[in-house]
């Protein structure tokens, strides 16, 4: 077995959650986010190579799994302005507040791309607006421009299961 | 400041990790009550979106991933070259190797073809403390819900399946968590990540 064959099966058995939970926040579906996660997952076998032991291993995923994702909402760019019951279900079997869950799902469902990415990289994720500019390759100022719509559009859909 | 200038960045003040100070900003909401209902409004959605449990992977999807990239490997020709690319090119060689396995076929249990010359055969096991047993392999995409095995009154486990002729490579999901290669089958092929696939050569 090689060591790189060894690091990766450790990596996958680490990261597998926190990828899918990337593109499934990302995408808002359960199949799309297994796609995206394999897809990531093969992207990184194939670079293992490219490996740098001196940087974050979890900021590397998480720039490729939300890479990934945004380009397969590109290719199957969706309607998603509809809540499917069963996305709700899988959120519900996740632990959580269980008011919270579902209305996130659907607080998410309401964004579309780069507004939804870089709410999930600040508020779910707690990325900083430095590593969400470098992740996205954005200027800080447009990562913050971003979310200041982004939240906008939120708060004028759900300003009344907010309060 | 004027309640219009304080609406318009209260969403920034919900977020304090953006950094945004404006003087005046948190004097003024103690003193309006209005902005400070408002303020109060877009903390609760920030404390909402902070309050998103995350999403679990479905299970059996990291050992989908490894066998993906162990079929990679084999497909470009990194670990698992030998013993596929082999074969069709040996010639007389590769003519013995199908006769091994078909005589492999008739000796062991696993891997009887009901109708010779067809496509359909019987995978069995004998996996007596099993709830459940599915047969995963490049045939069926290392899908683990495509193939069940059904249970037989003496306790092995079987399933009738047809595949059209050619190289394959397949395991025993068991109970859902274990993975295991075909125990009497002979034929193992490296996974690329130390453990071994069952081959079958129809």
Request: charged residues 20%.
């Amino acid at each position: 077995m090689s060591s790189d064959s060894s690091t990766f099966r450790e990596l996958v058995h680490t990261y597998t959650d926190y990828v899918y939970n990337l593109a499934y926040r990302n995408l808002g579906n359960a199949d799309d986010a297994r796609d995206v996660t394999q897809e990531v997952f093969l992207k990184l076998y194939r670079n293992m190579g490219k490996l740098d032991a001196g940087k974050s291993i979890k900021n590397w995923i998480c720039t490729i799994a939300i890479n990934a994702s945004r380009d397969y909402y590109r290719t199957h760019r969706r309607h998603r302005g509809a809540f499917s019951l069963d996305e709700g279900l899988i959120a519900a079997r996740n632990q959580g507040h269980p008011d919270n869950k579902l209305l996130v799902e659907k607080m998410l469902s309401t964004l579309d791309g780069k507004y939804r990415t870089v709410v999930v990289l600040f508020y779910l994720e707690q990325k900083s607006i430095a590593e969400i500019a470098s992740m996205l390759k954005r200027p800080q100022v447009l990562v913050k421009v971003w979310l200041h719509r982004a939240r906008k559009i939120l708060m004028k859909n759900f300003a009344e299961e907010i309060s | 400041m004027k309640c219009s200038q304080v609406r318009r960045i209260l969403d920034t003040l919900s977020s304090p990790e953006l950094g945004v100070e404006h003087s005046g900003l948190s004097e003024h909401i103690q003193a309006c009550s209005s902005c400070a209902a408002e303020y109060e409004r877009w903390a609760k959605m920030v404390a909402v979106l902070h309050s998103a449990p995350p999403v679990v992977a479905p299970e059996g999807l990291a050992q989908d991933i490894l066998q993906l990239a162990a079929q990679e490997d084999l497909s470009t020709g990194q670990s698992g070259k030998a013993q596929w690319a082999l074969w069709p090119k040996l010639g007389l060689a590769g003519g013995l190797a199908a006769i091994a396995v078909i005589v492999s076929l008739s000796i062991y249990p696993q891997l009887i073809p009901q109708q010779p010359r067809t496509d359909r055969f019987t995978f069995r096991a004998s996996f007596p403390n099993a709830s459940s047993v599915s047969l995963v392999g490049d045939f069926n995409k290392w899908n683990t819900q495509h193939h069940a095995l059904a249970r037989r009154e003496d306790g092995a486990w079987e399933i009738s399946v047809a595949i059209a002729p050619g190289s394959y490579q397949y395991m025993f999901l068991v109970d859902g968590e274990k993975w295991c290669a075909d125990p009497v089958n002979p034929v193992q092929i490296p996974d690329g990540f130390g453990g071994y696939n069952s081959g079958l050569q129809l």
